[in-house]
Every structure is written in structure tokens, then in C-alpha cells.
């Protein structure tokens, strides 16, 4: 679930407790308009509004409600993110099943050519630029098309 915006984690609140937004502002002591402005987003919460959040339902995890960040409630363990791994382009993928043979890879058949001098060029003089392939030592690459 993505709670990107705190309206949207305000809205899974009154969700997660089974209110009416009416009800969920009677709860916690404000008008029923508020809430209908904050979830439609023409208004951003108060600073009065996020306590009186916090002290209706205490358990909620402050930096979850505000920024979106940590465990949604106090009781929840907070696990650090892992950060995404860039797939390595040049080796063979891990193998998880041996009865499974391991595909070749996209560069399974990559050849290291000897550098070409213009005096080594072999091309038709009438022959078109289709791409041109630029690899770079962080193992990123970038296609460029002519025009």
C-alpha cells in the first residue's frame, strides 16, 4: 500500500477503524468539514489537528502519520528498507533450483574485440548508422538511435 501523502494516511486511519469521516471527526473533536477538506486535499492538516490525532488514537507512530516514514503503529518493529539492487548486466543469474539449467545471460556471449583504428575499419561505403552502443565502466550503457 502507498500512503504517499499524509491525506492518504488520514484516510487509511479512518478506514483501518471501521468511521465514517463524520464519525472519525466527532471522535476527535473538530467539524466534519475539516476532515472533508483535508482527505480532498484543499487543506493541509494543522499542527492542532495532528495532536488531537495523536491523542485519540496514541497508537499510531507520529513519523508514519506526519511523513510517512517508520512503522504505522508504536507497537510495530521498525525494519529499515533495503535499498534496491542494480541487476548485475554481466554475470549469470544465481541459480535457486540445480535441475534448472541457468540461462545465458545478455552478455553471455560478449567478446572483448581488439581496438579499431581507422585504418581497421572494414565497412560498405553505402551502409547506414543503424545505433551505436556506448558501454561504461559502472557497467551502464546507452543506445543512441540516428535521427
Known sequence: MDFGEMKDRIAHIIRAKNLTAAEFATQL???PSNISHLLSG???PSLDFVKKLK???PEYNLDWIIMGRGPMTVSE???EPKPQQKPELYESAVVENEN???Q???FSELRVLP????QHQIRNEDARLKQMIF?????SFEILLPR
Open 115 to 118: 581496438e579499431i583504428s581507422e
Open 29 to 31: 473533536g473538530i467539524q
Open 55 to 57: 491523542e485519540t488514537y
Open 135 to 139: 558501454v561504461y565502466d559502472d557497467r
Open 77 to 79: 518493529p521498525f525494519v
Open 104 to 106: 545465458p545471460s545478455l
Open 42 to 44: 484543499r487543506n493541509n
Open 100 to 102: 534448472v539449467a541457468p
